[in-house]
């Protein structure tokens, strides 16, 4: 039974972690396009396209981490 709730609280913490860091890097990601955007709107395109990018990159982060607790609860 140890191993059960040791397991839980393994993916738990791995994915509170993940949610966080992600969370936080496309806030900041966002922040930061955002202010691009305001100072010179002639590249606000390329930069809003720019962003989506750097956010999927930044999303896939929670993912793995996602996969890491699935793996840990369900296969080890």
Do not use: Q
């Not at 990018?53 to 993912?63: F, Q, R």
């Amino acid at each position: 039974m140890e191993a059960d709730v040791a397991k839980m609280v393994t993916s738990a913490a791995v994915m509170s972690v993940g949610a966080f860091t992600s969370a936080t890097g496309e806030a900041w990601i966002a922040k930061t396009a955002l202010d691009g955007m305001a100072r010179n709107p002639e590249v606000a395109d390329k930069l809003f396209t720019n962003m989506i990018v750097a956010m999927a990159l930044d999303e896939s982060t929670a993912i793995y981490c996602l996969v890491i607790a699935l793996i840990i609860l369900f296969v080890v």
